[in-house]
């Protein structure tokens, strides 16, 4: 049986724990699926390179608002595909190969599942390891649905290698990864119909947020709120889903499926138990703040962890394991006060810190401002009417709590307000202590910080 001085679970983020710090260690890494893991193959990396070229049609078709005479006039669907996946199946393969080629590293290109404390099964191979780190990842959950699994849908994970553009496409989700991909599809040509069981798209962001958002997208789309999937299936050709809406049954038709309705930890077949890892309720690895397991000489990071599953989240806590390996005497601690998160969608959202919604249940005593682009400079030159800045202080501290945007650059923009978060500013040292360039969208960040 062999023995390893460290095993890793997952070549996604966990690919990076190795260091030049362990030359002289005896590393395997078990992975079954590409090098990379989800953002690189099936999520962050592809899915906004599609965004971009959608944002590229979107424009192209409403410039005459603009006073240009531009239009959109289709998309070569395989020549979209066949650029981005060209240019990331490299990068996976290449992964796999530079680690391949290290002397001190063993790839198992299969499952691992732990059938002892530091021990595990990997293909047929029982190995053991002084250290392990489990970054095993999430995976596309699929809602029980009759015919469901017959009927040829797609998640994420499929459905940008379709090989030709759909017609008519349906999503079943308000989640952003339905948001941005339904919109992908949208800007390219398809017919979108979303399908939704709640009354809002984005349900977790700040009710401004989410409300101006879903107003967005009642626009663009066909889209069923509070809404039940009863059945799907394949006809002639066809996806036909029976629905319920208001205790009325009826059918909507597509050419293709998205189901979109969130991920699940991959630790369903990692028999946890045997390795004396415990896990929460929902099936997460519980880990401390060391990123430490319940087992000896087991840390987890990423997806397999926290529900929150990004990748900037990940790659931080994939440097905290890293340190604390070679470190465990002098170990640091993650850092999830101020976890940002975006949504590239057509429009943008970007978020930090608490909504509204979440002060009024906390207690917390706040004053907010809602700023639209529209009031500054730039936003004149977008002609923009609908995108917003809104921005939450505690009303004792004047430290800013939340921020919250929609818009273009969303994600650029909210770049500022996390750091200021994060250095402990006021508001008014935010606002005033710096500047801000004329006549730049920035301006509209410092416009609603002034408000407060």
Known sequence: MRHFDLLIIGAGSGNSVIGPEHDDWDIAVAE???????????????SKMFVYAAEVASLAADSQRLGINTSF???????????IFGRIDPIAAGGLSYRQGMPNVTVYTDTARF???????????TVTAERIVV?????????????????GYHTSDTIMRLDALPQRLLVIGGGYIAAELGSVFGAFGSQVTFILRGDTFLRPEDDDIRQRFTAAYEQRFDVHFDTRVLQAQRHNGEIVLTVESDGRRSELRGDELLIATGRQPNTRNLNAAAGEIELDQAGYIVTNDELRTSAEGVWALGDVTNPVQLKHVANHE???????LTNPDNPV?????????AVFGHPQ????????RECQQRSIPYSCHVQPY??????????????????????????????????????????????GMHFDLTVNQMAREQYYIHPALPEVVEQALLEL
């Open 32 to 46: 079954h699926g590409a090098f990379g893991g989800t953002c690189l193959n099936v999520g962050c990396i592809p």
């Open 73 to 83: 006039n289709g998309v070569n669907w395989l020549a979209v595909r066949d650029r």
């Open 115 to 125: 059938v002892g404390p530091r021990r595990v099964v990997v293909g047929d191979e």
């Open 135 to 151: 970054a095993a990842g999430a995976h596309p959950a699929v809602p029980e649905i009759e015919g469901i699994q017959d009927c």
């Open 318 to 324: 994939a440097r905290v394991v890293r340190h604390n």
């Open 333 to 341: 601690h993650t850092d999830h006060r101020f976890i940002p998160h």
């Open 349 to 356: 959202v970007a978020s930090v810190g608490l909504t509204e």
């Open 374 to 419: 529209a009031a500054a400079a730039y936003g004149w030159a977008m002609e923009d009417t609908d995108s917003a800045v809104k921005v939450i202080a505690h009303a004792e501290t004047r430290k800013l709590v939340g921020a919250h945007i929609i818009g273009p650059q969303a994600s650029t923009l909210i770049q500022q307000l996390i750091q």
